[in-house]
């Protein structure tokens, strides 16, 4: 009868054996699904988030960052010829006008652009509404005084000042209004090309995901290595290798982009500085023009960049059914259907 016992103490021992393998195993099954689940909604998220950033800042913030700098340049300008004019003792010459009431109607159909780009909303197209009309205040000064009274010298002065008036009284003048609209217009340029804390907590969680998903398919491969004797698994690799794909190749694509993103924020912050320099014209237009181009360009959506997101989507489907069917082939063979 010792044989028999012995017998039923190994197979109980085996039977344990194969029931604390299949609970682990289907432990290891869940622990793949669920933080694939997670590392990949969270990652594909965040890669778009940024990526639309890109695009936001391309199509929306340099165009109206560059409408308002250019808006505001001729109309100073438009001032500044005005004035030169006068001080030059030119302005009785025929044609003296000319180049004040081109930078005028250059302001005018800026303005009028500008109300299509901006990016601050209604509070914005309450300024632009408020701009117009002090605009046209501004040119029934201006314009007197640059083509009607130029034998007028008191009335002149009186025109002129104010139109000055109309065009820099702090708080409620032309300039300030329009300064006013690129300040709230640079403050979202800034959250949109900076990463945010929850765009940082975003990757934080699907990058750990992924090092998870990974520290479980090993420890499964190695499971199934000591306990069902299979020396490799073909449907835990290729997952494994898809996982550290994903660590890596979204994550640099995000820090290439957003690296654009801070190199085009720092030319639109010299765009909106160069806007106060009237004097320089040809080069300020010039350079404002040039400079939100080669924004505009810089932030173009790459095709490496649109297939890393279809890359990282198939690599999500790839490490969110290929453990869950290797690991459910092997618990079908060897337990479910023996159960």
């Known amino acids: 009868m010792a044989w028999l016992t012995r017998w039923m103490r190994a197979f109980r021992s085996r039977r344990l054996s194969g029931s604390r393998t299949r609970r682990l195993l289907e432990l290891h099954l869940a622990a793949l699904v669920v933080t694939a689940l997670v590392s990949m909604t969270v990652l594909l998220v965040s890669y778009r988030e940024v990526q639309n950033s890109a695009g936001e800042m391309r199509t929306r913030g340099a165009p109206a960052v560059q409408g308002a700098a250019a808006t505001q340049l001729a109309l100073l300008r438009a001032h500044w010829e005005a004035q030169e004019s006068v001080d030059h003792h030119i302005d009785d010459v025929i044609g003296a006008g000319a180049r004040y009431e081109n930078q005028l109607s250059a302001?005018?159909?800026?303005?009028?652009?500008?109300?299509?780009?901006?990016?601050?909303?209604?509070?914005?197209r309450g300024v632009l509404t408020t701009v117009n009309g002090l605009l046209t205040s501004y040119s029934s000064s201006m314009t007197p005084g640059t083509v009607k009274y130029v034998q007028d010298e008191w009335m002149q002065r009186e025109k002129f000042g104010e139109a000055e008036r109309t065009l820099s009284?702090?708080?409620?003048?032309?300039?300030?209004?329009?300064?006013?609209?690129?300040?709230?217009?640079?403050?979202?340029?800034?959250?949109?090309?900076?990463?945010?804390?929850?765009?940082?907590?975003?990757?934080?969680?699907?990058?750990?995901?992924?090092?998870?998903?990974a520290l479980t398919a090993i420890s499964a491969l190695w499971l199934l290595r000591r306990r069902c004797g299979r020396s490799y698994d073909p449907w835990l690799l290729p997952a494994l290798l898809s996982a550290v794909f994903l660590a890596v190749v979204p994550l640099w694509a995000t820090i290439a982009t957003q690296e654009r993103l801070d190199t085009a924020h720092e030319r639109l912050v010299r765009i909106e500085k160069r806007a106060h320099d009237?004097?320089?014209?040809?080069?300020?237009?010039?350079?404002?023009?040039?400079?939100?181009?080669?924004?505009?360009?810089?932030?173009?959506?790459q095709r490496w960049q649109s297939w890393t997101y279809y890359g990282a989507l198939g690599g999500g489907a790839l490490i969110l059914l290929l453990p869950a069917v290797g690991i459910c082939r092997r618990l079908n063979a060897d337990y479910w259907r023996a159960g």
Request: hydrophobic content about 40%; overall charge negative.
């Open 107 to 124: 302001a005018e159909q800026g303005l009028s652009r500008l109300s299509d780009v901006q990016i601050d909303g209604e509070r914005g």
């Open 169 to 213: 009284r702090e708080g409620t003048g032309v300039v300030p209004r329009l300064d006013v609209l690129q300040r709230h217009q640079m403050q979202r340029v800034d959250r949109v090309s900076s990463m945010g804390a929850l765009q940082r907590t975003g990757w934080a969680v699907a990058e750990l995901g992924l090092l998870v998903l």
């Open 278 to 301: 009237p004097e320089g014209l040809a080069t300020s237009q010039k350079y404002i023009t040039d400079r939100s181009t080669l924004v505009r360009d810089e932030l173009a959506a």
